[in-house]
DNA sequence: CCGTATCCAACTAGATACTG
DNA sequence: CAGTATCTAGTTGGATACGG
């Protein structure tokens, strides 16, 4: 994203590998071919976009209603576009006044709906302990901050 | 994080339920809890400390040299605070002199690597996929612009 | 209805210098 | 060695207004 405020391109990758329990990549400097992924990841809204569209077709309108945490339009715009731009998302435009679009999982998407079930399994189970682990964190924190005052 | 450009903290979180290969979550505004995982996935350098801590122990100045792409001091500190917080990476500070930290994953923490190597196998796999359909979206796009020149 | 354009606020990350 | 402090740049995200 050299210059726009609007744009959808990203940077390159290169080869990696994993191997049994422990991950390992070949060129240290490659980064495994991970930050593929957690690009998209990592953003504020793509995973929700998924998770909506994991249960079908939607129009633009509808998931924007769906999504959680009031998604604006421009976010919305930007997220389907970097997700269709990596294959994950169909986007079909029917030339119809009002227009009409619709939103869809590809192949590729579904494939990763494994993925992003996963995560969202493993954060629920986990919640509790990362969550008396931050208070215990953040407890002992404060506790320095006012003893040093 | 409120304030600070080193602060550590961050944002609660509620819960959520995922069920079956569609994922659902109770309350819409709770943001499935999902956002907790992913804050810390999403961040540019977590996953390759957790990556590195992942074959065992480290120092804090081993562990820079390990991840790929020259961490900064800073970054390096301030990530594996973040994993500390989360209760992934255990901290252990020797008073020696020179002073000697070591880092590792908790039980937590090793939990977690199961889903940073089935995110990594997934972005290996699909690498030659998404970078086709990049070109292909990108192609398309670059058309549309000259043709409107 | 489905966007794009513009402007602005917030956060993340890098460079550098300094400390226990 | 293992940080903290400070300053700065780049990027992401939100609000709003307008266009096809």
Redesign the interface.
């Known amino acids: 994203m050299s210059a726009g405020h609007t744009a959808v391109?990203?940077p390159a990758?290169v080869t990696?590998?994993?191997t049994g329990?422990?991950?390992?990549?070949e060129t240290?400097?490659?980064?495994?071919?991970?930050r593929?992924?957690?690009d998209r990841?990592?953003?504020k809204w793509s995973?929700?976009v998924v998770?909506e569209l994991?249960?079908g077709k939607l129009r633009f309108k509808e998931l924007q209603r769906?999504i959680?945490?009031d998604i604006s339009q421009r976010m919305l715009t930007l997220t389907v576009r970097r997700l269709?731009?990596?294959?994950l998302v169909k986007r079909t435009v029917y030339p119809t006044v009002p227009p009409q679009v619709e939103y869809e999982l590809t192949e590729?998407g579904r494939?990763?709906?494994h993925?992003?079930?996963?995560?969202?399994?493993?954060?629920?189970e986990?919640?509790p302990?990362?969550?008396?682990?931050?208070r215990a964190?953040?407890e002992v924190q404060d506790e320095a901050k006012a003893g040093s005052a």
Chains 1, 2 share one sequence.
């Open positions: 391109t990203a990758q990696g590998e994993v329990e422990v991950i390992v990549c240290p400097q490659d980064e495994c071919g991970v593929d992924v957690l990841l990592g953003d995973v929700y998770v994991s249960s769906r959680h945490g269709e731009r990596d294959g590729l494939s990763m709906t993925l992003v079930k996963a995560l969202a399994d493993w954060s629920i986990h919640r302990v990362i969550a008396e682990a931050r964190y953040d």
